[in-house]
């Protein structure tokens, strides 16, 4: 079995290491500092350091940085290099423009959203990183050649894979509950997926995990 987490807050991965020893694991983790919608989730700086601390706990070939949605600011690209110039070189780096089903629309023109994936894909690779776009995005009809899969499954074997190439996998959050953090801006949190979901926000306390050295 592989488990693989989506996540905007290792908190809890980096404290409970052992109890994932056992298992083979990727981690997907979330900083975009686009704290004017993302709200409940780490800041741009304290995103860096979960994220630079997840890397160094589990490495790079276990952990992806999500810049995902690209936020919707025009500074997007000053925050972008701010997190990948912290980080060591060779980090996987994956994008995606805000989808129709996202809380805020895509306002960005095909041009424009060209131009800004082509200059974050060129500050990755100034510090090393492997930058792409998830395969479904409209923006590759401009930039093909960052085109990209989020989890291919390939680490594990899979075989089985959605649409876009991603591996097939079961999502224990999408239907039934959402996780103690209540995030805004994260799917496992809305409740029109499954009115009768278990909502663990109201269960338990919000709190931040400590960093681990």
């Known amino acids: 079995m592989a488990l693989v987490f989506w996540t905007r807050h290792p908190g809890a991965l980096l404290q409970d290491k052992a109890l994932l020893r056992p298992y083979r694991l990727h981690i997907h983790l979330t900083v975009t500092g686009w704290a004017e919608v993302e709200h409940g989730v780490p800041g741009l ?10 890397i160094g706990e589990y490495g790079a070939d276990q952990v992806t940085w999500r810049f995902s949605p690209v936020p919707l600011v025009p500074d997007a690209a000053i925050r972008f290099e701010r997190i990948a110039s912290q980080l060591s070189p060779g980090v996987s780096v994956f ?9 805020v629309p895509e306002t960005r023109s095909l041009e424009d959203q060209a131009t800004l994936a082509q200059q974050l894909a060129e500050i990755a690779d100034s510090y090393g990183h492997r930058f792409r776009f998830c395969a479904e995005d409209s923006v590759l009809q401009a930039v093909p050649h960052l085109k990209g899969v989020c989890e ?3 680490w594990h074997g899979a075989t089985l894979r959605e649409p876009c190439g991603c591996a097939l996998a079961v999502d224990p959050f999408t239907i039934n509950e959402a996780c103690c953090y209540g995030c805004e801006f994260c799917y496992a949190a809305d409740l029109s997926l499954n009115p009768r979901k278990r909502n663990t926000t109201k269960q338990h306390p919000m709190k931040r995990l400590p960093l681990v050295p």
């Open 152 to 154: 291919s499954g390939d």
């Open 45 to 54: 700086q304290e995103g860096a350091e979960l994220l630079r601390a997840a």
């Open 95 to 103: 994008a995606s423009y805000l989808q129709a089903n996202d809380r």
